[in-house]
């Protein structure tokens, strides 16, 4: 199984990137995509997940609260592409920004879907800068 995130780059405050997962060895729809980012020096933070099978219809997306209305992930039809876009982006949301994905379907119960304990594979990372 490999994650391999693209999409990075610089962009001015207020605007618009759209950070892509592709996956070798699973689909997102039996193995839901998560998407986390990490600022040097500090602890990963999650930043978006899916509960149930990413394009199911038990699927429920979660955000932080500090992307919740600018953040919204997708997917393509085959179910190996994801896709994170990120409107409106602050420099505080510079960052390394990391996709993974579980190793299981639905997730359902627990206080934090988005919690890393849950996922199993994880991409190597892409680079969001956001200058003011």
């Known amino acids: 199984v490999q994650l391999q995130a693209s999409g990075g780059g610089l962009v001015q405050a207020g605007g618009s990137l759209t950070l892509s997962c592709t996956a070798s060895?699973?689909?997102?729809?039996?193995?839901?995509v998560a998407w986390f980012r990490r600022v040097p020096g500090k602890e990963r933070e999650e930043v978006s997940c899916?509960?149930?099978?990413?394009?199911?219809?038990?699927?429920?997306?979660h955000y932080s609260n500090s992307v919740k209305g600018r953040f919204a992930m997708s997917s393509d039809s085959t179910m190996k592409i994801a896709y994170l876009e990120m409107k409106n982006l602050q420099p505080s949301d510079t960052a390394v920004y990391y996709c993974a994905a579980r190793s299981f379907p639905q997730l359902e119960g627990v206080n934090n879907p988005c919690s890393d304990f849950f996922y199993t594979y994880w991409g190597q990372g892409t680079q969001v800068t956001v200058s003011s």
């Open positions: 899916f509960s149930g099978r990413d394009g199911g219809t038990g699927a429920r997306a």
């Open positions: 060895g699973i689909t997102f729809d039996e193995n839901p």
